[in-house]
């Protein structure tokens, strides 16, 4: 079993929110796996920029909440999102200036450990609120 990948421990109990998370890590984990398998780079790119896509999705999804609701932890929450979406853009940039740049094992457990820390951290903390005014 890879150890890459969702499980229930990381749900809020937000189903649009939970729906999301369940992407990113199923995202993280067809990347790991396509470079396993050693699919070409341009596979790789591919879904490497899904991933980045998604991502901001999410994070404007967050965002756009955080502002409707008045999220008191708002800019340091956000802070994180840009923290995390630069890092992915410099990971990205190295993966398409070199065309032999692996997405190595470190880099693998960044995405996934970040991940799971913010779920599970940061993600969690907005929940009071969130649950307050129903969001689904
Ligand atoms: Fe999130
Ligand atoms: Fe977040």
Known sequence: ?????????????????????????????????AMTKGQSSSALGQIFAGLIDYT???????????????????????AKHDLFTDKMAVLKSQFDAQSNFMIGVDVMNFLNDWL?????????????????????
């Open 116 to 136: 799971i820390e913010h779920v599970m951290g940061e993600d969690r903390k907005y929940l009071p609120l969130f649950n307050k005014n129903g969001v689904k």
């Open 56 to 78: 901001n999705n999410h994070f404007g999804h967050e965002a756009r909440l955080f502002e409707e609701l008045g999220y008191e932890n708002r800019a340091a929450h956000l």
């Open 1 to 33: 079993m890879s150890k890459f990948g969702w499980n229930e421990k990381m749900a809020l109990g937000i189903e649009s929110i939970d729906r999301e998370h369940q992407k990113l890590f199923e995202m993280i984990d067809q990347l790991q796996k």
